[in-house]
């Protein structure tokens, strides 16, 4: 059974950092890209960003890019979101995905992780 | 950047057909990928590329893709339908993962 848990989820004052964990298991993890999506209270599903399964290649949205790093542990099997310049437009729940292959959609999700940023 | 529009809302009746747009400049030229999420849950896949239904969700969810417009349907629709739609697409262009606005829908 595949599973995708999520840490490290908290309340940061504007301009803190936090790094959010996303522990996988029963599957391949080096054979997939994964992503972080997160949703505003109240709002849609933003992506954030993606790291490839063959090369780990990094993607960025624009509001993210230069502040927040992608990265991975095949070892461990970890995802992981380095987040710096903390907003509160950065308040959301963060989930961790599995992309499925070929045309990158999100076939497996965790239960989500929540980050506050105030003051 | 690549914009999917999607209707904010939707509703239909029991046992209706409920069918929600998602619109993109040829967005018939890409894999569009739609997703159910209920309230304090994380969003499930529904329908991957324009067509395909995972293992598991039901034969009255069903997809299509062409020109500017891709659709999700849902036959005979159920109270457990009740849910935001949101799709999605890869964006080559800008090596940008898309999603639309979400559509949410009411059964009445």
């Known amino acids: 059974e595949v599973q995708l848990l999520e840490s490290g989820g908290g309340l940061v004052q504007p301009g803190g950092s936090l790094r959010l964990s996303c522990a996988a298991s029963?599957?391949?993890?080096?054979?997939?890209?994964m992503s972080w999506v997160r949703q505003a209270p109240g709002k849609g599903l933003e992506w954030v960003s993606t790291?490839?399964?063959?090369?780990?290649?990094?993607y960025y949205a624009d509001s993210v890019k230069g502040r927040f790093t992608i990265s991975r542990d095949h070892s461990q099997k970890t995802l992981s979101l380095q987040m710096h310049s903390l907003r509160g437009e950065d308040t959301a729940v963060y989930f961790c995905?599995?992309?499925?292959?070929?045309?990158?959609?999100?076939?497996?999700w965790g239960q989500g992780t929540q980050v506050t940023v105030s003051s | 950047s690549y914009v999917l529009t999607q209707p904010p809302s939707e509703s239909v009746a029991p046992g209706k057909a409920a069918t929600i747009a998602c619109g993109g400049d040829?967005?018939?030229?890409?894999?569009v990928h739609w997703y159910q999420q209920k309230p304090g849950r994380a969003p499930i896949l529904v329908v991957y590329?324009?067509?395909v239904r995972p293992s598991g969700i039901p034969e009255r969810f069903s997809g299509f893709n062409s020109g500017n417009t891709a659709s999700l349907t849902i036959s005979r629709v159920e109270a457990g339908d009740e849910a935001d739609y949101y799709c999605?697409?890869?964006?080559?262009?800008?090596?940008?993962?898309?999603f639309g606005g979400g559509t949410k829908l009411t059964v009445l």
């Open positions: 995905a599995r992309m499925g292959s070929g045309s990158y959609r999100a076939d497996q």
């Open positions: 029963g599957f391949t993890f080096s054979r997939y890209a």
């Open positions: 790291i490839s399964g063959d090369d780990d290649t990094p």
């Open positions: 040829n967005i018939g030229r890409k894999s």
């Open positions: 590329d324009d067509t």
């Open positions: 999605q697409v890869w964006d080559g262009r800008s090596e940008h993962v898309v």
